[in-house]
């Protein structure tokens, strides 16, 4: 009888995990039904024109998630998904501290050139259903002031110098990139994007230099310093 009782018990099992992938499968539909939506209409784009896009209504679009909150945080996991790998990449090509920030800088302004309204969709326009407990873009700011910080750690390290610093330093570097972004979008691209990205690597590396670095300070500075 064991055997008997078990066999149905798998059967449930399978069923139960065939629907599971079915709701997987159904939920990244709708996000990309939303990423389609945000492409035609901005970032303001509404429930019923989500729905338009994935060929439903929004009953079934709230089938599958809780309210708008939940859609907008499976659209930020997606986009925090396909942009951290690229900002690692940048970080980890090499070089010298300088160029690694410089290619960081420019794979962050990079994703937001590409799609500009998806970027103020995620980054600007939370939903107000509910408080958005964990919001993924928040968490993707904090592994890149994560790994920025990392970056400045072993410069410091190399440079003999405290390496306390990093933390506040790597992650107040992607304060400045991200609010020079928007300001970029706002004012609808005035300079490309390497020559802002140089812009800002400029501005971060002209107070970083001179602790990051082993190469002696022209007499000149330090005669100011006294």
């Known amino acids: ?27 990244e539909q709708l996000v ?5 939506a945000i492409g035609r209409h901005g970032a303001g784009v509404g429930m019923d024109e989500i729905a338009a896009a994935a060929g439903t209504s929004k009953t079934v679009v709230y089938r599958h998630f809780t309210d708008r909150t939940d859609l907008y945080v499976a659209v930020c996991a997606r986009v ?10 940048a970080m980890e090509l090499g070089g010298t501290p300088r160029a690694m920030t410089t290619a960081a800088v420019e794979a962050y302004l990079a994703f937001c050139e590409a799609d500009p309204e998806l970027y103020r969709f995620v980054v600007h326009l939370h939903p107000t259903d509910r408080p958005v ?12 002031g994560d790994q920025a910080a990392a970056l400045l750690r072993s410069a410091l390290t190399q440079a003999g110098r405290d390496p ?11 304060g400045l990139v991200r609010a020079a972004a928007d300001w970029w979008l706002r004012a609808e ?6 020559e802002l990205a140089a812009h800002l690597t400029e501005l971060a590396w002209a107070g970083l230099s001179g602790v990051v670095t082993t190469e002696p300070r022209p007499a000149t500075e330090a005669t100011e310093d006294l």
């Open 1 to 27: 009888m064991r055997d008997g009782a078990a066999a149905p018990a798998r059967s449930r099992d399978r069923r139960d995990s065939r629907w599971d992938e079915h709701r997987r499968a159904r939920r």
């Open 32 to 36: 990309d039904a939303t990423l389609a």
């Open 80 to 89: 925090a998904d396909q942009l951290l790998p690229r900002l690692r990449a």
């Open 133 to 144: 407990d964990a919001d993924p873009i928040d968490s993707l700011s904090d592994l890149v």
């Open 164 to 174: 306390a610093p990093a933390g506040p330093w790597g992650h107040g570097l992607i």
């Open 189 to 194: 691209r005035p300079m490309p994007r390497a």
